[in-house]
């Protein structure tokens, strides 16, 4: 098996099917696993083939990295090595770096001090990251930031990034915020959420882009990006009395307009979210306010 059937195997098997690749037959498992090791070299410089094997193991959230069959182990670490240095070489193959970041967050790959790469490769690795182009290729590089941020995220949290990653995703997302669709500025407010990154903290000049792409893509989110949105926004330190009016009007409108559409788990989301945003009741229109209760009563009925 070559190295393009072996990424292709674990993706179809694991990615398209749902298989977790710790539920695979034993012996399947064992051929994936030995066949990756042997070949670790031929995949170090396919990078594409690279991708499909990691989001393959890794989709499914099944597979742990300190649990994992240590040549595995090793044989991945000295992949993603090899093909960081190729990437300096080969720009176009950069698109993968946030594939490939993503997949160690879902395997929660440790990062930062401790973690397994040394503090050089991880900035190596973040430069890749954020690296940005004018041409056909920014729209890929623009996907393949929102998912390493994302796996970022899994792993780390943001004081422990070295300050060098931190100035880069910064600079990165300036350029970055203002062309984003509303999925994707739901996923860099949630990793960097999830990083315990508090917004209103961030340098000024940041800060004021998130702002703007907030005001102006609220409305246009679905019930979940809203949900997470307002979840992230909690979380990072935006409190009613310090937003400005326009985010305030558009977040109360968003829940107006998506509350009833919104599952069971997305309604407590924004509830729990505006009581920690600290939203005065008397702020909320009365056809939220009615909306909101009557989801509580909801929420209430099919809990017990």
Not at 233 to 249: A, E, H, I, P, W
């Amino acid at each position: 098996m070559n190295v393009q059937n072996l990424g292709n195997a674990v993706w179809g098997l694991c990615g398209q099917m749902g298989k977790g690749f710790t539920q695979l037959p034993p012996k399947c498992k064992q051929v994936l696993t030995e066949t990756f090791v042997a070949k670790q070299k031929d995949m170090s410089v396919n990078s594409i083939s690279l991708v499909a094997f990691l989001q393959g193991i890794s989709q499914q959230g099944d597979v742990e990295w300190r649990s994992m069959y240590d040549p595995l182990r090793q044989a991945i670490m000295s992949c993603i090595e090899s093909s960081s240095l190729n990437f300096r070489k080969e720009h176009r193959g950069r698109r993968l770096v946030g594939n490939i970041i993503y997949a160690m967050g879902k395997m929660q790959v440790p990062w930062g001090v401790g973690g397994i790469f040394v503090p050089s490769l991880q900035l190596d690795l973040v430069s890749h990251l954020c690296f940005t182009t004018d041409d056909f290729q920014a729209i890929n590089l623009r996907k393949s930031f929102g998912f390493g941020l994302n796996g970022l995220a899994r792993m780390t949290s943001w004081e422990n990034l070295e300050h060098e990653q931190r100035d880069l995703i910064l600079s990165r997302l300036l350029t970055h915020v203002p062309v984003l669709d509303t999925y994707e500025l739901a996923n860099v407010c949630w990793s960097f959420a999830r990083m315990e990154v508090n917004f209103p903290h961030l340098k000024p000049e940041v800060f004021n882009v998130l702002l703007t792409a907030l005001e102006t893509s609220i409305p246009h989110m679905n019930e979940s990006e809203l949900a997470w949105t307002m979840w992230a926004m909690s979380k990072g330190g935006f409190v009613y009395n310090d937003m400005t009016s326009l985010l305030r009007d558009v977040i109360v409108t968003g829940c107006v307009e998506k509350v009833e559409k919104m599952e069971r788990r997305e309604t407590g989301i924004v509830l729990w979210s505006l009581g920690k945003m600290k939203y005065p009741l008397a702020s909320l229109s009365p056809q939220l306010v009615e909306k909101l209760f009557l989801s509580i009563d909801t929420l209430a009925r099919s809990s017990s």
